[in-house]
Every structure is written in C-alpha cells, then in structure tokens.
C-alpha cells in the first residue's frame, strides 16, 4: 500500500502540467467571454453559459491526462514494466490522480456557472444545486468511463507495434475502436438484449432539464431551460461497470503479458 501510494504522489506531479494547462485555458476563455460579454452588458451570462459548455467539455479530462501521463511512460517504459507492482495498481494510481485533477477543476467551473448561471435563468435555488450535481457526478462518472476504453485502445497499440510500424498499428486501432462502438454501443445498444439487462432498478428523477435554449442578439438576451420527468436505471450503471472492469482487466493483462521492452 505504501509503494502504491508512493505512486499515486508521483502522478500527482506528472499531471500537473494538464492541470495547469485546464486552469489556464479556462481562465483564458473566461476574460474572452467576460470582456465580449460586458460590450453588450451581458458579462455574468455569458460566463455562466460559457462554463457550462466549459464544464461538459471534462467529459474528455481524464482520457486526455492518461494519454498524456502514458505518453510520459512510454518514455521509460523498461521501467515503468519492471516495477514489481501490477499493471493494474499502476493504471489505478494513473485514474486515482486524473479523478482527483477532473474534481478540483470540475469544481472551479461548477462554481462559476453556477454563479453565471443565476443572471440568466430564473430557477430556484434548490433546483440548481440538484441539477448541478446531477451533471458534477455523471460527468465524472462518464470521463472515467471513456478513459478506461481509451487505455484498452493505447494497450493495443503498444502491443501491435511489437508487429507493424507506430502508423499502421495507429490505423488499426483506429478503425478497430469506430467498429467497437459502431457493434457495441449502436448495433447491441439498441437491442432487446440490452434493454433487459440494463432498464432495471428504476428511480425516478422528477423534472430534469435536458436542453437549454438560447435567443441572443445585441438589444436582448433571453434563456430558457426545457426538461422532462426523467428516470435512471440502476441496471445501466451496474452494466456499465461490470463493462468496464472486464475491460480495464484486459488493458492491464495486455501491459503485463504482452508489452514487451
């Protein structure tokens, strides 16, 4: 446990630069908006929408550190392979601290569009802050997610270059991972199969907004927020993390058993 937290400490210093990067930008994109909006009087509105795309945007978080932090790696990967830890904590340790990173700056957005937020609808209090954590929890939820595919695909292209030059083995993972979703997520997503494993354990929501509408020009600014009564099915989640696991499992088989240096 202490080597694996001896790891995670040093990943937190690999990921820096990312996060860096993250807070900068968006502190770059804020006085664009913040500076734009104020010509036309509309300067915490346009912050709070711009943070809420900001916001969803860290769907894409983690699966950008890992290729960054793996990228890193693959520098010293001789050592990274002989550490006497199993692939599976090194990976860990890598999402651990890329979780850790995805909150602290997830968080600092939240706060912005959510103060931005309150300029532009009329909503209560309470509705914000159940909204907000809807989208905090499965934006996190989801960056994870993809992130873990994402690993499964850099695994295979590790392991194809044993075979075929870095361009060729690019290729294939690439077009192998459009397929995968194309079998996966469209084809089997939408089969009768998958319902019945996934839409168990209804809770309903109540009204969740689900888009939000804009109507923008210089004299006025409105906004609206347009949703339905909404259910979640615990069956998805426990589907997608069985789904997961399996595939996390592999991606840390294929850098034990089949990355050679």
Known sequence: MQAWSSL?????????P????????????????????????????????????????????IAVYMLYSLGVE???????????????????????????????SLLLVSITAYIGGLNFIEMPEGTWFKLGMLAFIHIVLASIDFSVYIILAYCIFLFLERYMASFLSGTVVFIGSWLFIYLFFWLFGQSEVYMAITEWGS??????????????????????????????????????????????????????KKVEV
């Open 8 to 16: 995670v400490k040093k990943e937190f210093r690999v990921g820096v």
């Open 18 to 61: 990312v996060f860096l990067l993250a807070v900068i930008l968006y502190i770059v994109a804020l006085l664009i908006v913040g500076i734009t909006g104020y010509r036309f009087g509309y300067t915490m509105d346009a912050i709070g929408i711009m943070s809420l795309f900001w916001g969803a945007g860290h769907f894409f978080f």
């Open 74 to 104: 693959r520098k010293r990967l001789h050592l990274w392979l002989h550490n006497p830890m199993h692939a599976g904590g090194l990976l860990t340790a890598k999402l651990v601290t890329a979780t850790a990173y995805l909150i602290i």
């Open 203 to 256: 809770i309903d929501l109540g009204y969740v907004a689900q888009a939000l509408n804009f109507d923008i020009n210089t004299r006025e600014f409105a906004a609206s927020l347009q949703g339905t009564e909404t259910q979640i099915y615990i069956g998805y989640y426990v589907t997608e993390l069985v789904t997961v696991s399996i595939i996390f499992f592999i991606a840390s088989w294929l850098l034990d």
